[in-house]
């Protein structure tokens, strides 16, 4: 008995070293391409030169350098963070953040958190956002950052050229989730399309609840976007791939009887004459928020591909 006890235990130690040894290996590797991709740098750009002191972060510190924040970062399974400044003679900074998140599709997730425009500041095919003297995009797997306060036109071209720098040097095809081309195109607000794994981040773009009523786990995909309605106030559509059908079951079910006074229809509007959808399709849930009328809620819908 005390043999197999004996066995048992050593074979649930080497799984556990096993897989210690695994994320160990995958942080090193992360933190070898997030090097290589600083090297790659230029030493000096206009009056700027890059410090030697650059810093790597992964999801065990990472609150030490964005508190506060940190949590959105590792909802989409970040991996590990390099914060390169670069300096002038006056002690200015241009601080530059690459993120590695793992996936295009998590890279894809944080860029579209909070973004309000989208342009082609870095390049043609790379979605990005430059507004005063903060620049954020992503490329492959990848979610870059770089801060150049106050804004100059001098700063702001040599923020541009080390973005395409650092685009240029990642290899990986930029994949959007599926779940993103899912979305009706007509009327979309092509800014306002968010993507992730957490709860939390569909409260922050459309209030429902402070608990997590839908049932959204690290399994679930969601997608949300706004849509321009004659109305003014825009449409909401929200898409949630579940794991398998039973938990999209039981999702819509809470939803009915929390949101749309538990009745057994799909549309339903409130006082304000607002309507509402919840219609699922297997383990696809497709809710509507904020329509102007049925006909609205109903092309919405019907407009998921």
Known sequence: ?????????????????????????????????????????????????????????????????????????ISYKFINLISQPYVNLEDDEIKIDIFDMGSPYNAYGIFSHSRETIDDFVGSNIESEYAGGLLTFWKGRYYVSILAYPETESRKLTVQKLARNIAEQIQEESVKPPLVALLPEENLQPHSVRYFRHYTWMNMYHFFSNKNLLNIDH???????????????????????YLDEATAVAAQDTFKRNFMAGVQDEYTHDADQLWTACVRDKDLLVIVADAPSLETAQRLVQGVK
């Open 1 to 73: 008995m005390r043999s197999r006890e004996k066995t048992l235990n050593l074979i649930i130690l080497s799984v556990m070293l096993a897989a210690l040894t695994g994320k160990l290996a995958m942080g090193n590797d992360s933190t070898s391409r997030l090097e290589s991709l600083v090297h790659g740098l230029p030493e000096t750009i206009e009056e700027w030169h890059k410090s030697p002191d650059f810093s790597v972060y992964d999801a065990d510190n990472l609150y030490i350098y964005i508190n506060g924040g940190a949590e959105l970062y």
């Open 219 to 241: 399994q679930t995909e969601v997608v949300m976007a706004k849509y321009t309605v004659d109305t003014g106030k825009p449409a909401v559509l929200i898409v949630l791939d």
